[in-house]
């Protein structure tokens, strides 16, 4: 059993940065892609950023150049360096990670592993 556990969250002001954690318990030695997604009130669930097994990542558009994505195999932890934020950018951030090797995080949501998410406020 796969479970995913986010960090890191918290309330900034515009301009500012905070890092996300997210510890994987129960993932196999080989671990599939793994990303961040977003979730603002009334919007739909959407693709931050993710790293595959391979190490390549990426990044939506609108995060590119101020969110950095990260894994360190040996704490099975996976991070969400993000700066310069926007007020846009606030939403619940989850923690997501492909059941199977062949999605790369471009499969549907649910044959994901998701964690509980954490929340990010941007303010003005």
């Known amino acids: 059993q796969v479970q995913l556990v986010e960090s890191g969250g918290g309330s900034v002001q515009s301009g500012g940065s905070l890092t996300l954690s997210c510890v994987a318990a129960?993932?196999?030695?080989?671990?599939?892609?793994m990303g961040w997604f977003r979730q603002a009130p009334g919007k739909e669930r959407e693709g931050v950023a993710h790293?595959?097994?391979?190490?390549?990542?990426s990044f939506a558009d609108s995060v590119k150049g101020r969110f950095t994505i990260s894994h360190d195999n040996a704490a099975h932890t996976m991070y969400l360096q993000m700066n310069s934020l926007k007020p846009e950018d606030t939403a619940m951030y989850y923690c997501?990670?492909?059941?199977?090797?062949?999605?790369?995080?471009?499969?549907?949501?649910?044959?994901?592993?998701w964690g509980r998410g954490t929340q990010v406020t941007v303010s003005s």
């Open positions: 129960g993932v196999p030695s080989s671990r599939n892609c």
């Open positions: 790293i595959d097994n391979d190490g390549s990542t």
């Open positions: 997501a990670a492909d059941r199977f090797a062949y999605d790369h995080c471009a499969g549907p949501y649910s044959r994901m592993y």
